[in-house]
């Protein structure tokens, strides 16, 4: 199967037409605030949600550890993986929180289908966190996005937050650009985890105040390529995504860490159409079975790269004295 997508010359040209546009425009006329307000359902909150969408672990990591500290606060905590398919049933709630990678200098597309498929949010308090890639680029406005995404559902927004670790996008260190991701082999450290241990008892505390947090957009020109945009640039540059009969195991784990259900082992192929370019195939898959080219090279996933590198991702200490 061959994955690739064409870079017209009318889109090139709407692309750069939008970031001049941009220039032209001042900042504050793009921006989004979300106002402090009240309305909680509950006065203390008994039920929460943490939901993440993670492919290599780094979300779902921050994730169990937020858990475990409402849990040790006494809250019936609930966790939930976002995979292909799931049902968006967030009733029963008092508080939720979303956590997911920055993808394209967004909220991953399948995140947002996810998220506005919910229900009511109705007096429901809600935060966001977004885990990002070295330096990253758009965490705020990502984290951002899902907090205002679940607002408009009537969500009272009680905070928001990012946590920095390797990045794990594999055309990086394919491309031979290792240094960049080594730069952040140490993340996360300790000091992530007391971030984020710190936010989830932020949350709590913002709770117990009965009010909504105030929170606002930053508006810039790389927002104008987030998401679809920097995705159909990447795209352009792949030049073929097969799956390797010889060496697939038939496990299924692609299958089953494809957000967006475009991987069909049977055939087998990839549907380039579906494919939103999360690269969780790649970096999921044991036998290096998904043969990708980016500029003509191939690329492998992060399990590989933290072979060759001898590192070991630091866990979270989920129970402190």
Request: hydrophobic residues 35%; contains cysteine.
């Amino acid at each position: 199967m061959q994955l690739s997508t064409k870079l017209t010359r009318r889109t090139f040209l709407w692309y750069g037409g939008a970031a001049v546009g941009s220039l032209l425009t001042p900042r504050h006329a793009f921006a989004r605030v979300i106002q402090p307000r009240g309305g909680l359902r509950q006065p203390q909150p008994h039920r929460a949600l943490v939901v993440c969408y993670s492919q290599t672990g780094h979300t779902e990591r921050y994730a169990r550890l937020i858990a475990r500290v409402w849990e040790q606060r006494g809250l019936g905590v609930d966790t939930h993986r976002l995979r292909f398919g799931d049902k968006a049933d967030v009733t029963g709630y008092d508080l939720i929180i979303i956590g997911t990678p920055v993808q394209y200098l967004d909220v991953p597309q399948n995140v947002g289908g996810w998220l506005d498929k919910i229900g009511s949010l109705d007096g429901v308090g809600v935060s966001s966190f977004v885990s990002y890639g070295g330096q990253g680029d758009g965490q705020h406005n990502a984290a951002f996005s899902l907090l205002a995404g679940m607002v408009d559902k009537g969500g009272v927004a009680l905070g928001m937050d990012a946590f920095g670790n390797m990045s794990t996008y594999p055309p990086t260190w394919s491309m031979g650009n290792q240094a960049r991701i080594l730069k952040y082999r140490h993340k996360p450290d300790q000091a992530t985890y007391a971030q984020v241990r710190a936010f989830a008892t932020s949350v709590l505390d913002q709770y117990a105040r009965g009010v909504g947090i105030k929170a606002q957009s930053h508006p810039g020109i790389m927002g104008l390529f987030k998401g679809d945009v920097s995705r159909t640039l990447s795209k352009a540059t792949l030049g073929r995504h097969t799956i390797d009969t010889r060496r697939c195991i038939r496990c299924g784990g692609c299958v089953k860490t494809c957000p967006v259900g475009a991987i069909n082992l049977d055939i087998p192929r990839v549907d380039a159409d579906r494919c939103i370019l999360c690269f969780g195939c790649v970096n999921n898959c044991p036998a290096g079975a998904h043969a990708m080219t980016v500029l003509g090279k191939p690329i492998y996933g992060f399990p590989e790269f933290l072979r060759r590198n001898g590192i070991t991702i630091l866990e979270p200490t989920l129970d402190q004295d």
